[in-house]
């Protein structure tokens, strides 16, 4: 079989997964627990969600590692079973059966001055342990995502890069649409920060969470016009959240996004797939409006 | 030397703690009206990072700067405020920001501007239940309870926490004020709350609400 690096250079588009914590908390998992716990300890239904995925049309799954920093695990005490719940997260994904299991690894939850008290070292630091644990574990890529400072997407790249040589990493950035267009909050301008990052040496680089595919297929045709020859992967939401009568929902329907994403697998993105609110259905949706057999 | 409002602003949206608080001690110095320099100064500042913001010109290290450089003053007019408070005595008022919201920076002014209107504030920070409130309310005998959400699945937490008032049993029921970005006169009409819809707005009405 080709390798992920291959495929997301030379296509088709590559078809990923959705979202991972909202699919658990159906299992049971308790708002606010750490969902990487049950990579150790509900390994049956991590696998169960991925193979959801999996059946549903998506080739590659992404671990469920996205708090697997041990910056993030320190908050819950766990920092210390970082490789653990990493190699845990892998052999999970990897039990459902997809064509490739992309090593996910998500943000510190830190800020760098004057907004908070971060340090680019220690995260590094982090980065490097997270991405060695998941590549020593099998993983056949890893995808850096929902940043939303680009300066700790260029930490978590070089770390992720040096720690795991042999794999390719992709990068993904976190926008809001801003009345000048889409930034970070942080406010790097999205089309130029995903410049950045395939000049870092992202395998792939792109954008999820935070905005509708609606305007994810806006910002998307922007960088995909901008940025020839850069491979690109969007993962947007299902819609906001918003409070229904029975808590928490997302506004879009798999058929709507499946609409929106769609032309941006013909305009040549390299991989596509869905964040927050989004499950099997939207995965679904989307290989079929892509012609996937 | 008197500052002029226009400095103390303009050092907020610059996000310049140091001048901030350099100004800031100018005013007390002086004898200034430190309710003016607060109102027309540096929270008229603080309103033009938010338009700057809304504009899409400032970001989030935009706006931390200038809520610091708001609270770098703050942190000096506050204790010549309470001295030279001529308002003393309006009551106390349990503020914080519901359960499930970090949002700091709005309900830290109002907090800053009630103090300034002579209220004794009891701010509890951000990610209040409804419990906490009302519990601090009761212990503290207090006047208003002032409640910001700035989240669509936040704001919910506001009518509970009319509900719990409304429950619990107080000596003196106090009144219930709700802010925040996603909330309005209708959502305040609809869960039985007073509303301001910024933090000068907050004072004012909590003014009205205690004569």
Not at chain 2, 73 to 102: H, N
Not at chain 2, 167 to 185: D, E, I
Request: aromatic letters at 4%; one cysteine or more; a negative charge.
């Amino acid at each position: 079989m080709r390798g992920l690096a291959e495929r997301l250079a030379r296509g088709p588009c590559l078809r990923l997964d959705g979202g991972l914590g909202t699919m658990l908390m159906a299992r049971g998992l308790p708002p606010g627990a750490p969902p990487e716990l049950w990579n150790a300890g509900r390994t049956a239904d991590v696998t169960a969600v991925h193979r959801a995925y999996v059946e549903a049309g998506s080739e590659a799954v992404q671990t469920n590692s996205f708090g697997g920093h041990p910056a993030r695990l320190l908050r819950y005490g766990l920092a210390e079973r970082c490789e653990e719940l990493n190699d845990a997260a892998v052999s999970a994904a990897r039990a459902a059966g997809p064509a490739f299991v992309i090593g996910d690894l998500g943000p510190t939850g830190e800020y760098l001055p004057p907004v908070g008290q971060g340090d680019l070292e220690r995260w590094r630091l982090g980065f490097e342990r997270q991405a060695r644990a998941l590549a020593a574990a099998g993983a056949d890529g890893l995808h850096v995502e929902t940043l939303s400072d680009l300066r700790e997407a260029r930490v978590a790249l070089a770390a992720a890069r040096s720690a795991a040589p042999g794999l390719p990493v992709m990068v993904s950035l976190t926008v809001e649409r801003r009345p000048r267009g889409f930034f970070t909050v942080m406010g790097d301008p999205a089309v130029k920060a995903l410049r950045a990052l395939h000049e870092a040496g992202a395998a792939a680089c792109g954008l999820n969470c935070s905005i509708t595919s609606g305007d994810m297929a806006v910002v998307a045709a922007q960088a995909l016009a901008q940025l020839p020859g850069v491979r690109l992967v969007f993962q947007p939401n299902a819609g906001q959240p918003e409070q229904g009568p029975e808590g928490l929902r997302y506004a879009q329907s798999p058929e709507e996004f499946a609409r929106d994403l769609a032309p941006l697998a013909a305009a040549g993105a390299a991989a596509l797939g869905g964040c927050c609110g989004t499950d099997p259905r939207f995965v679904a949706a989307l290989a079929r409006a892509l012609g996937a057999p | 030397m008197t500052p002029d409002p226009a400095a103390m602003s303009e050092a907020v949206v610059q996000g310049d703690a140091a001048l901030a608080a350099r100004l800031a001690r100018a005013a007390v110095d002086s004898g200034a009206d430190l309710v003016g320099a607060v109102e027309r100064g540096f929270a008229a500042g603080l309103r033009r990072v938010g338009e700057l913001w809304e504009a899409g010109d400032y970001f989030l290290p935009e706006l931390v700067q200038g809520a610091e450089a708001m609270k770098a003053a703050m942190a000096v007019l506050l204790p010549a405020l309470r001295e030279g408070s001529t308002g003393a005595g309006r009551g106390r008022v349990v503020i914080g920001t519901v359960a499930g919201d970090l949002h700091d920076i709005g309900k830290g002014l109002v907090a800053v501007l009630l103090s300034a209107h002579g209220f004794e504030v009891h701010d509890l920070g951000t990610d209040v239940p409804v419990e906490a409130f009302v519990a601090r309310a009761r212990e503290l005998d207090a006047r208003i309870v002032a409640a910001s959400a700035l989240l669509t699945t936040t704001m919910q937490a506001q009518r509970e926490l009319v509900r719990a008032v409304a429950a619990a049993s107080f000596t003196r029921p106090p009144l219930v004020l709700v802010g925040g970005a996603p909330t309005s006169a209708a959502w305040a009409r609809e869960i039985g709350a007073a509303w301001a819809e910024n933090a000068l707005g907050a004072a004012r009405v909590a003014l009205e609400l205690t004569t």
